[in-house]
């Protein structure tokens, strides 16, 4: 099964920027959708972006549509994602996680679904 390694996260400030990454440990078929799910203490978690490999096409949740862009870079296995405007309350762990199945990925409790370890964010007033 595929291993996927988060990075990049850290302490930002209110309205800047943060781009974290998803490596995945093996190459990604074009059938494959990636997607960002976080987790905030004592909150479910929540989906947040996801992306087709093969074509492209991305979705997003609610609370970050306009200022987060989800990517991928087919050649290195790996999935980014751009997160501007940020808030206090997108402080969070954010995890990544691999799918042939789009409702399993927003699914984001899915027994089917192996998230990484992890990236925090931390965004501060």
């Known amino acids: 099964q595929v291993q996927l390694v988060e990075s990049g996260g850290g302490l930002v400030q209110a309205g800047d920027s943060l781009r974290i990454a998803c490596a995945a440990s093996?190459?990604?078929?074009?059938?494959?959708?990636m997607g960002w799910s976080r987790h905030i203490p004592g909150k479910d978690r929540e989906f947040v972006s996801a992306?087709?490999?093969?074509?492209?096409?991305?979705y997003y949740g609610d609370s970050v549509k306009g200022r987060f862009t989800i990517s991928r870079e087919r050649d290195t296995n790996t999935g980014y994602l751009q997160m501007n405007s940020l808030k206090t309350e997108d402080t969070a762990v954010y995890y990544c996680?691999?799918?042939?199945?789009?409702?399993?990925?927003?699914?984001?409790?899915?027994?089917?679904?192996?998230w990484g370890q992890g990236t925090q964010v931390t965004v501060s007033s």
């Open positions: 996680a691999v799918s042939s199945d789009l409702g399993t990925i927003m699914d984001v409790n899915s027994r089917m679904l192996r």
């Open positions: 992306i087709r490999w093969g074509s492209g096409r991305t």
């Open positions: 093996e190459r990604l078929y074009s059938s494959a959708i």
